[in-house]
């Protein structure tokens, strides 16, 4: 397949094109920088990659014949929300994923042929946060939250793929665990013996690890049958106290030392609801689906990873 892919330096994106390439697929990166996408992914070691330049904001001559030939498009851009949200980030945490999602429709309409698949990301915080309620796909999506809006133009802004005939599958992202992201940020405070929980430790942890990820995108890449919106994370998801207590048995250090909200807060403002509140999400559909877990346990998941 040829695959056009956005956010393809970041966390996941990078895991997925090494995949991608070692398959034999060719992908197109698209970049807002050109130098920056050709340092992640030099041609040498990268042969079947594409490294091209586009401007997600803002429509322009970048759009015409951009996905001409591809097979598929993954959209994972979007600017980090584990950050302070002040007023002007949360714009642009806004404007990276709806608009930008609505600049490569756009591109999509001017190709010639079109792509057959159109895999946008989106997130479980769509659902919003709860510490007694499960949700599945079906679930519906909470009012009055900044990140469950985000969610929710997100998709909205990738719908109309459809009209060209294009096969649209979303997933919404738990918590994606590998070497860098979440993990990385929290193996510092454990391996100086200083790790605990975060929060509360009742937040429940809805996780997946990056290479089930993977995965996913690929199968939903490749997988005809597969349309709509899927749960991208593991069918197991844990506790905040329970996650800790694992990495830490993991790391072979304690977990004792909690790490109060207002720690989080004054580091994230905003941002630190992802972390000090959750929600229990299942993947119903995506295990319907047939898609097999790697790693269906956190703590198969955490030995592999540290």
């Not at 015409?64 to 949200?85: F, K």
């Not at 989080?264 to 689906?289: C, F, M, N, W, Y």
């Amino acid at each position: 397949m040829k695959i056009a892919i956005t956010g393809a330096t970041g966390f996941v994106g990078s895991s997925l094109v090494e995949r991608l390439q070692r398959e034999g697929h060719s992908i197109v990166v698209l970049t807002r920088s050109v130098d920056h996408g050709r340092r992640v992914f030099p041609s040498v070691a990268f042969p079947n990659v594409e490294v091209v330049g586009y401007s997600p904001l803002a429509s322009g001559d970048w759009q015409t014949g951009l996905l001409s030939g591809c097979d598929g498009v993954v959209n994972l851009a979007g600017a980090p929300i584990s950050e302070r949200w002040s007023d002007e980030h949360k714009q642009a945490i806004m404007d990276s994923r709806k608009v930008g999602t609505e600049k490569l429709v756009e591109a999509l309409g001017k190709a010639d042929p079109k792509p057959t698949v159109w895999v946008n990301a989106s997130a479980i915080g769509y659902y919003g946060t709860s510490e007694t309620a499960a949700f599945d796909e079906t679930s519906a999506p909470i009012e009055n939250d900044f990140l469950s809006q985000v969610c929710q133009a997100w998709e909205a802004a990738a719908q109309p793929v459809t009209d060209y005939g294009t096969r649209l599958v979303i997933l919404r992202f738990g918590i994606v665990l590998g070497m860098g992201g979440a993990v990385a940020k929290m193996l510092t405070p454990f391996r100086m013996f200083a790790g605990g929980p975060i929060g509360s430790g009742r937040q429940w942890f809805s996780w997946i690890h990056r290479d089930d990820l993977v995965n996913l995108i690929i199968k939903a890449l490749q997988d005809p049958q597969m349309t709509g919106i899927y749960n991208a994370t593991a069918p197991n998801p844990v506790r905040m106290a329970e996650f800790c207590k694992t990495l830490g048995k993991v790391l072979n250090r304690p977990s004792w030392l909690p790490v109060p909200d207002f720690v989080l807060e004054a580091i994230l403002g905003d941002g630190a609801q992802v972390v000090l509140e959750g929600q229990q999400v299942l993947p119903k559909r995506t295990e319907g689906s047939g898609f097999t877990y790697q790693y269906a346990q956190v703590k198969d998941a955490l030995d592999e990873i540290v």
